[in-house]
C-alpha cells in the first residue's frame, strides 16, 4: 500500500491559494509553471484535490477547450475530485467525482492507487480531514517568495509538534523545501 501525501506550495505566510482561489501568483515565480525536479511526489498514481482546486486549474487552463494541456499536469493519473456539485471532465481525463466523509471514500482511492502514493494536491481543508482520521502519512511544502494578503490557509487545523517531525528542508529553485513525516494518532483504545 502506498503512502497518502499532501504535497503543496504556499506563500511565506502560510496562504495557498489568494483571495479569489487563484494560484496565479505561484506560476509566476521562476520555474513556477514547470517546477524542477523533486517538487512532484514522483511515485504517486492517484491525485485527490478539492473542487475549488479543480475548478480553477480547469478555467486557468482553459481545459475543456484544450484537454491535451491535462497531461501537462495530471499525467495519466485517475484524479478524486471531491465535491457537492457537478463539474465538467476534459475529453480523455480520468476524473472521479466524490463527496461526502474521506473515510467513505478512501477505500476507493486506495484500490485504484494500489501500491502507489496517493498525492493529495488541494485544498488545505482537506489534507486536513485526511489528517483528522489518521490517513496522511507526510506534508511535503514548497514554500514560494511570495508574501499573500489572504486567501485559502495551508492547513486549517491545530497540528502539535508531537504529530510532525521534519525529514529535509532544503533548497529547491526559488523554494524553500520542506518535508515532515505525520505520525500516526494514538489509538485511544490500546494506548499507542
Known amino acids: 500500500m502506498g503512502r497518502i501525501l499532501f504535497d503543496t506550495a504556499t506563500s511565506l505566510n502560510g496562504w495557498i491559494a489568494d483571495e479569489h482561489n487563484s494560484l496565479a501568483w505561484l506560476f509566476a515565480v521562476d520555474n513556477g509553471e514547470q ?3 523533486g517538487l512532484f511526489p514522483a511515485g504517486a498514481g492517484v491525485m485527490v484535490e478539492g473542487s ?5 486549474v480547469l478555467d486557468d487552463q482553459d481545459l475543456l477547450a484544450h484537454p491535451e494541456k491535462w497531461r501537462d499536469f495530471h499525467g495519466d493519473k485517475t ?6 456539485r457537478r463539474l465538467p471532465v476534459p475529453a480523455g481525463a480520468d476524473v472521479r467525482f466524490v ?17 502507489r502514493d ?5 485544498g488545505g481543508d482537506l489534507a486536513g480531514q485526511f489528517l483528522d482520521i489518521g490517513a496522511l502519512d507526510e ?8 508574501a499573500l494578503t489572504g486567501g485559502a490557509p495551508l492547513l486549517p487545523r491545530r497540528v502539535e509538534s508531537d504529530r510532525l517531525r521534519l525529514v529535509s528542508a532544503t533548497a529547491v529553485g526559488q523554494f524553500a ?3 515532515y513525516a505525520v505520525r500516526p494518532l494514538e489509538d485511544p483504545i490500546a494506548g499507542t
Request: no cysteine.
Open 35 to 37: 517546477p524542477d525536479e
Open 52 to 56: 475549488t482546486t479543480y475548478q480553477w
Open 79 to 84: 484524479v478524486f475530485v471531491f465535491t457537492t
Open 99 to 115: 463527496s461526502g466523509a474521506v473515510t467513505e471514500a478512501l477505500p476507493a482511492i486506495r484500490e485504484v492507487a494500489g501500491d
Open 118 to 122: 496517493i498525492w493529495i494536491v488541494g
Open 139 to 146: 506534508i511535503a511544502v514548497s514554500v514560494a517568495p511570495v
Open 177 to 179: 523545501r520542506l518535508v
